[in-house]
């Protein structure tokens, strides 16, 4: 299993000189869940945006290091506001591999136990799914790509159908 940082909420940090809550360049809340297990799994930091800047070429560079790798499981941390843009570009390409896109609505160094929580469920997901396919694990749901969206006006994430 290979697990992808494209950023997002789940890995914000406040900037005290700047007054701002940014994306660093930088693994750190990944790592530091990762290190209350006793399992080793590969991270590798690929896009360090808020979502909602990420574009194309950011899809197409995480499609690449899918491609590329051996692995045949995935879980991409990325932003809440597009990751079913990227679940979808991702699912236009890829057919034979278990991609689990997670998030959180919450900064990981504000409140670690929703974006640990969904960590932990994509990870286990992604190791025991026999079914390839891109799925979004949010708010203790695991669904399909289409059938998990985000309402905004709620704040959280929803089942909208099931197949």
Not at 61 to 77: C, D, N, P, T
Not at 95 to 107: C, E, F
Request: hydrophobic content about 40%; overall charge negative; proline content about 1%.
């Amino acid at each position: 299993m290979l697990i992808l940082n494209s950023g997002g909420t789940f890995n914000k940090r406040y900037n005290e000189a700047r007054g701002i809550l940014e994306v660093p360049y930088d693994n750190d809340a990944i790592d530091e869940i990762m290190a209350s297990i006793k399992h080793h799994y590969m991270v590798a930091g690929v896009v360090y945006k808020d979502s909602l800047e990420m574009d194309i070429e950011d899809r197409k560079r995480i499609a690449s290091i899918i491609g590329e790798s051996q692995e045949a499981e995935f879980v991409i941390v990325h932003g809440t506001d597009t990751i079913s843009e990227t679940a979808e570009f991702l699912d236009a390409i890829f057919d034979d591999r278990v991609i689990v896109l997670t998030g959180a609505m919450k900064p990981y160094s504000i409140e670690k136990s929703e974006a640990s929580f969904n960590l932990g469920m994509a990870i286990g997901f992604a190791q025991t799914q026999e079914i390839a396919g891109v799925y979004i694990c949010m708010n203790g749901y695991i669904e399909t790509w289409q059938n998990l969206v985000k309402n905004k006006e709620l704040g959280k994430f929803q089942v909208v159908s099931k197949n």
